[in-house]
């Protein structure tokens, strides 16, 4: 009934519906990158940014739990530097700090100070601010982890940033992605050839269609376990077969670390949510335990103010001064050159331990993106497929080669 010729389109067309649902199903993995439909029901958004936030505090919850605790990643970062980027950032504008704290507390009195009384308390400043800098930096390591909760840190960002998952996903795995697209066509091309001999003993209209639903269901689930199965290497003939993820657990680790570390746990980030996160009481609480000794072991300085001021502007003075240092530690860690220069030490912490995973726990960072939309994905694939093979068959039957 049909030539040789239009017997061959069948793998042929396979082959493309195996290739076409496996990309399509990469697309709606990461597109759109918010939900697109109407009310909530109906639409859909990307796999990996509606699960985004999910996957990033499993990744946090593997990695911290083996390494310890924030306040262990904190002590890679070298205490010592922190100590000297915050002072190199607030010294040079200490006196510009205390001009603004006086002009607030009391103007009058500030602008009518003789010149070497406000230089002595300018070298006052500066003379206290180190020890002050790293009596507050060691703190801060100790008590980092009740202050930073890094759970409500990465679901901030992400919120803000939807797509950053996207590009971790993207850059970590592109050779993976690549090789799943390239093997839809081949299992799609496969179970074509396979069909032949059912199409040359049947050759019913709807046997296409059924075809085609089959091979784009068959190989978007093909597709999405090659990622992840098998767990551990198995060798089939001579041949060692891997999750295409697992294969390459290092090289992953390490991409998706340094993006972690450069997009999400920057120094910036997390001294931003020391201040402003809901812990921030307990922050500027560290910070005027130790900024109140600056002026209370200066005995000239606090009877001058006291004498000045009165007890409640004195009172307004450590108040300023804590909101003040409050402000001058966020423009401290704003430096990009030294959210450059730390963000390899975090990437190397999440990394090493990444690499350290088991199997089965590095998969449970990457799966939860697709395990609970594999169905819609393989049912998308399907109906796709279906189509082309409905195609297929009305060009056979009535417009034959």
Request: net charge neutral; charged share 20%; hydrophobic share 50%.
């Amino acid at each position: 009934m049909f030539s040789d010729m239009t017997l061959w389109t069948i793998p042929v067309v396979a082959a493309f519906v195996g290739w076409f649902t496996n990309w399509l199903a990469i697309q709606m993995s990461f597109r759109p990158v918010r939900f697109i439909g109407i009310g909530s029901w109906l639409g859909w958004q990307g796999v990996i940014p509606r699960k985004a936030e999910k996957m990033a505090h499993i990744c946090v919850d593997r990695t911290l739990h083996h390494f310890g605790d924030l306040s262990l990643v904190y002590e890679k970062l070298d205490a010592q530097r922190i100590v000297q980027q915050v002072i190199s950032q607030v010294n040079p504008r200490l006196d510009e700090y205390i001009d603004e704290i006086m002009y607030d507390v009391q103007p009058v009195l500030w602008d009518n100070l003789p010149n070497f009384l406000r230089e002595r308390i300018y070298q006052w400043g500066r003379d206290q601010l180190p020890e002050r800098i790293e009596a507050l930096v060691e703190e801060f390591g100790d008590d980092l982890s009740e202050i930073v909760d890094l759970k409500v840190l990465l679901s901030r960002e992400l919120k803000k940033h939807p797509d950053l998952m996207n590009r971790i996903f993207k850059e970590a795995g592109a050779v993976e992605l690549r090789s799943v697209i390239n093997k839809g066509a081949i299992i799609g091309g496969l179970l074509g050839a396979a069909i032949l001999p059912v199409w040359a003993a049947y050759p019913l209209p709807w046997i296409l269609p059924l075809v085609g639903f089959v091979v784009g269901f068959v190989t978007n689930w093909l597709a999405i376990n090659l990622i992840f199965r098998p767990l551990n290497p198995v060798n089939v003939f001579g041949v060692r077969i891997q999750g295409l993820f697992l294969r390459r657990q290092d090289d992953i680790s390490d991409v998706w670390s340094r993006l972690v570390a450069e997009e999400l746990l920057t120094v910036e980030k997390v001294a931003d949510a020391m201040v402003n996160g809901r812990h921030g009481t307990r922050t500027r609480a560290i910070l005027q335990k130790h900024l109140r000794p600056m002026l209370d072991h200066s005995v000239l300085l606090k009877v001058t103010a006291q004498v000045t001021v009165g007890m409640s502007g004195y009172t307004e003075l450590k108040k300023a001064m804590n909101e003040k240092a409050v402000m001058a530690t966020g423009h401290a860690f704003c430096d990009p050159a030294f959210n450059r220069e730390r963000a390899p030490v975090v990437a190397n912490v999440i990394a090493t331990e990444m690499k350290a995973l088991k199997p089965e726990e590095f998969q449970d960072i990457l799966r939860p993106a697709f395990k609970e939309e594999e169905l819609k994905l393989m049912i998308v694939g399907g109906v796709f497929g279906a189509i082309a093979g409905a195609i297929q068959s009305g060009f056979m039957f009535y417009w034959p080669l």
